[in-house]
Structure formats: C-alpha cells, structure tokens
C-alpha cells in the first residue's frame, strides 16, 4: 500500500512539473487566433470561448478593434483584436487574470529582451518567419517581476 502511495505521488509531481514546464520556443498564436486570419475565423473561434463585448471602427486605419470577455478561462480574462481594412488580425492582445500567468509560461525568459524601470517590466520575444507567415512580436507586460498583466501579438515590421 505505501509503494502503491509512493508512485502515485511521483507521478503526479511528474505530470504537474510538466504542465508547468515553459515552452522552447514562444508561440505566434493566443488562445487559437493567429495574425492574418480573417475575421470571419477569428469570429467562429472566439463565440465558442468569449462573449464579445465591444466593436470600434477605426477610420483613421479603416479597420476595427473588439473586446471580448473570455467565458470561462482560469488564466486569462478576456483580449482585444484589431483587424485591417482588409478584415485581417494584425493585433492580438490577451489580459491576464492577475497572478496567473508567468512571464516563463509564454516563451524562456533568457531569449526573451528584458525591460524594466523597477515598477514595469516588459518581455520582448521576436519570432522569425516561417515560409509564408510573417515575423511576429510577442510583448508581455505587468507590474510584477514574475506574472504578467498581458500579453499581445503583433505583426513585426
């Protein structure tokens, strides 16, 4: 019985140090959306997991940005998105439920550029091309050295 015990316990420590385990690399999507996805997709993905709460046109860009509040994510509370004139994502940004997520959750915190000024902090992941896709910026940021406030994508330039 106390063997049995025992390698249940090591399995389970086994199990959640590996959900905890930060990615290699930074992903270039959030929660399922991808920069230069359409906004009909992004739409389908999104009243599947949120609840959209705002639309704004831009007309200075021609384009639009919306809320959506996330219906029932633990880490996550809800994200803004911009599209293009051309009903494309070009921005994505996620908040965080505070104290949740970890800077070390998104990317390792060693490749990423590193800003602070003691009371912000700021993590800066760039991620290179790949055949078609563009490169793209991950910017995370809070007011904590260890989690995060949010997070957003960007199409680097």
Same mark, same amino acid.
């Given at each position: 019985?106390?063997?049995?015990?025992?390698?249940?316990?090591?399995?389970?420590?086994?199990?959640?140090?590996?959900?905890?385990?930060?990615?290699?690399?930074?992903?270039?999507?959030?929660?399922?959306?991808?920069?230069?996805?359409?906004? *009909?997709?992004?739409?389908?993905?999104?009243?599947?997991?949120?609840?959209?709460?705002?639309?704004?046109?831009?007309?200075?860009?021609?384009?639009?940005? *919306?809320?959506?509040?996330?219906?029932?994510?633990?880490?996550?509370?809800?994200?803004?998105?911009?599209?293009?004139?051309?009903?494309?994502?070009?921005?994505?940004?996620? /908040?965080?439920?505070?104290?949740?997520?970890?800077?070390?959750?998104?990317?390792? $915190?060693?490749?990423?550029?590193?800003? $602070?000024?003691?009371?912000?902090?700021?993590?800066?992941?760039?991620?290179?091309?790949?055949?078609? *896709?563009?490169?793209?910026?991950?910017?995370?940021?809070?007011?904590?050295?260890?989690?995060?406030?949010?997070?957003?994508?960007? /199409?680097?330039?």
């Amino acid at each position: 019985m106390i063997r049995k015990t025992f390698l249940i316990t090591v399995l389970l420590s086994l199990v959640c140090s590996g959900a905890r385990a930060a990615p290699a690399k930074p992903s270039r999507e959030a929660l399922g959306l991808r920069l230069g996805m359409s906004e *009909e997709a992004v739409h389908k993905r999104l009243q599947r997991i949120a609840t959209q709460q705002k639309e704004e046109r831009e007309e200075e860009e021609g384009g639009e940005q *919306e809320v959506w509040v996330l219906k029932k994510d633990l880490r996550y509370n809800y994200l803004f998105t911009k599209f293009s004139r051309e009903h494309r994502l070009i921005l994505v940004t996620v /908040v965080a439920h505070p104290s949740r997520v970890r800077y070390s959750d998104l990317g390792e $915190t060693k490749d990423a550029t590193v800003a $602070t000024d003691g009371m912000n902090y700021s993590y800066k992941w760039k991620i290179v091309a790949q055949g078609k *896709e563009r490169a793209v910026l991950l910017i995370a940021r809070g007011s904590n050295a260890e989690f995060l406030t949010s997070y957003s994508l960007y /199409v680097s330039r």
